[in-house]
């Protein structure tokens, strides 16, 4: 189990012969990669940042849950920071079970609770030239609210 | 009686405060306060209720209380994957 | 969009290259992998056997109801025949889309599918020597029925 | 009338017959007759209930008619994966 925080290259590879188990019937890998469009608009390139200590500790929190919910022997989790170009890898997950389901179903929590709580930022670089810090829109839900007291 | 405390800033907040760290000296009682008072001095766009704050490595509710040498983080809405 | 039977290795590696595509946003793979236990019983190798031609047309099938279902850009399956040994791949999936949920759900539905329809079998070999073409038994449901007429 | 077709085996049809395909002059009707009579001959264990058929690479009922020169495959429970 381990949740990590890299500038360096996701190798699915490698990283997949680190699961080896011969209990495992079930390997599910998730990908995430740049995708050339978001929203409409043509992207050119990302920048993920990260807040490493509280990323990890939050990341190892959602694989605990996972474990918890769903009957899987081991999973890792990988998330890029640094400049990114279309195609690469931002995030990559695997989870090993004895049976598929399992497997599945912590690989898609793990993904959707990341997504949702660990301190990772994306700027996308739109072939405009413009740039944006993705769900920091000041026009958004929210932007309106009152401030914290 | 201010208190000396390290900040940090992530993403959108670091751009716009220019730096990714600074020490800050403050009078704030909680993380809200102290947040609303660098919103002020350097223009963040982001109201408090979308950020998280960071207390220490964890996080903590906008109620913390900030305490001579913390070390604090305003979290913008994450955005990984 | 592609299903192949294949009496070599299944090198996951390469067949993720041939899936490149800056549209796609996620990739959820799916692994079968020789479990060391089976229903209780200590497993040392398996035998996988298919009819390739009606197995591979059954796959496509398969893969175009996937895509009918799902927004996915691509899928690719790949089943081992032969001889395989504790660890060894026996099944892999791959499946590209610009969102994770499509991936997600297309990569289940195929195994889920490929597993109840497509025509290959599995032979067992027991630690204790014995060995099993599984689902084979004659005491399952329906070993009583009357023959077809 | 004989027909002769040609009859592949799979799994533990194959093991229980010997071989994988075999030429087989048949007065059966259908393919159901056909495998009635191929289980009788060679003593396989599944039911018919439990078989699919193939005619010529294709899934088909049982209720097929068996043609000349037909190529049938008695498919036992898949099990895939």
């Known amino acids: 189990m381990e949740f990590r925080i890299t500038d360096r290259d996701i190798d699915p590879a490698a990283l997949l012969r680190s699961l080896g188990d011969t209990r495992a019937g079930a390997c599910v890998t998730f990908e995430g990669r740049v995708r050339q469009q978001n929203d409409g608009r043509g992207v050119k390139s990302l920048d993920y940042e990260a807040f490493v200590p509280l990323a990890e500790k939050e990341g190892m929190k959602i694989l605990d849950e996972a474990r918890e919910k769903h009957a899987v022997l081991d999973i890792l989790c990988v998330h890029r920071t640094g400049s990114l170009a279309l195609g690469d890898l931002a995030v990559w997950i695997a989870v090993t079970a004895e049976h598929r389901g399992a497997a599945f179903e912590a690989c898609r929590y793990v993904i959707d609770e990341a997504k949702a709580r660990v301190p990772i930022w994306k700027k996308e670089h739109y072939a405009d030239g413009s740039t944006e810090w993705i769900n920091c829109a000041t026009r958004g839900p929210g932007a309106s609210g009152a401030a914290p007291a | ?81």
């Open chain 2, 1 to 81: 009686m201010k208190k000396s405390v390290r900040v940090s800033y992530f993403a959108i907040l670091r751009e716009q405060r220019g730096l990714g760290t600074e020490q800050v000296a403050t009078e704030a009682s909680t993380a809200a306060e102290l947040y609303e008072e660098l919103k002020t001095r350097h223009g963040f766009t982001l109201p408090g209720t979308r950020i998280r704050v960071a207390v220490n490595d964890d996080f903590q509710p906008w109620s913390a209380e900030v305490r001579e040498g913390d070390s604090l983080a305003f979290l913008p809405p994450v955005a990984g994957g």
